[in-house]
């Protein structure tokens, strides 16, 4: 596949705010899953761009999700771009959205650093209800893809999850709601 204009976007890490304020934003998303579907039966063509997909992953996947809105097709993708993990099982931790997490709607993305997890428990994903620390022993069926260099670089140690696998999800602290004037997007 030519890079089409949308996968660029990503690969050249574009922002996303516009789109995702756009009143065509319904007209966006049917495009973006069209996208989506194409990447799944079209690999990377070679380890750069995937690499380069797994960085801008982690810079923007909380965006992308949201405009993708549709975990299952979000989740079959990783697993065809992401770089495959090949290690063992790993006790994870996710610092979720308490109203996120009610619906059912996990994120994909969690660290091996439960400081981490509190630090987005307690602030970004801490709106709405407020925010949450999940903890899993991830199996290593279940990890898509374990930390970018990016992702190590900022402290982040990020692995990328597909949650329909995970066994067992604990909830092991909640954190009030922050009066962030940010928007509930982050993943």
Not at 46 to 56: E, G, L, S
Not at 127 to 141: F, R, W, Y
Request: include cysteine.
């Amino acid at each position: 596949m030519s890079h089409s204009p949308l996968l660029r976007h990503i690969l050249e890490g574009k922002e996303y705010g516009p789109i995702l304020k756009s009143p065509d934003v319904a007209l966006h998303r049917t495009e973006w899953r069209s996208l989506f579907k194409r990447l799944i039966i079209c690999p990377p063509k070679d380890r750069t761009i995937a690499d380069n997909f797994h960085t801008q992953w982690h810079v923007s996947h909380h965006y992308i999700r949201q405009l993708i809105d549709d975990d299952a097709l979000l989740m079959d993708m990783l697993w065809v771009w992401l770089p495959r993990y090949n290690g063992p099982s790993v006790e994870l931790y996710r610092g979720e959205n308490i109203d996120r997490l009610e619906n059912g709607m996990v994120g994909t993305a969690w660290t091996s650093r439960e400081g981490m997890a509190s630090t987005f428990a307690g602030g970004l994903n801490a709106v709405g209800k407020g925010g949450v620390i999940l903890q899993t022993l991830a199996p290593a069926s279940s990890i898509i893809a374990g930390p970018s260099k990016h992702s190590i670089y900022l402290g982040e140690y990020e692995f990328t999850l597909d949650t329909r696998k995970l066994d067992e999800i604990v909830r092991i602290r909640d954190f009030s709601p922050c009066n962030l004037l940010l928007d509930q997007s982050h993943e």
